[in-house]
């Protein structure tokens, strides 16, 4: 795990505020791997996978709604792979593939044959 992620764990959750949580995975969305979760909240994780559509990946299910995986995959169609299968509908998909094009279909079959 890289270092700058384990950096967001040190701060004090008494400090923590949903709108704080927001400014730091803006700055670097796979800072959202060092949020609590009960600060990662539709507002925070939308944020980070904004910035950074990989980190749908620290997005547990029942978090992603097709708003939060769309905003992912038009920063990075490739975090498709993250995707819940229920929030893989015709928008996700579109989306993913005006970033990712044809990368996108191999991913998905890796995803889904693997």
């Known amino acids: 795990m ?3 992620n384990e950096d967001v ?3 004090p959750t008494d400090y923590l505020t ?5 400014a730091i995975v803006s700055q670097s969305g796979m800072l959202l791997d060092g949020i609590p979760q009960p600060f ?3 507002k925070v994780c939308k944020a980070a996978v904004s910035n950074n559509g990989m980190a749908l990946n620290f997005v547990i299910p029942a978090n992603q709604s097709v708003e939060i995986c769309k905003a992912a995959m ?3 169609g490739m975090a498709f792979k993250f995707v819940h299968p229920k929030f893989r509908t015709d928008e996700v998909c579109e989306a993913a ?3 990712s094009g044809i990368d996108i279909l191999k991913t998905y079959v890796q995803s889904v044959w693997v």
């Open 2 to 4: 890289d270092t700058y």
């Open 97 to 99: 593939l005006s970033t």
């Open 40 to 42: 990662k909240t539709p």
């Open 74 to 76: 038009m920063q990075n």
């Open 18 to 22: 949903e709108d704080r949580c927001v």
């Open 9 to 11: 764990r040190y701060i």
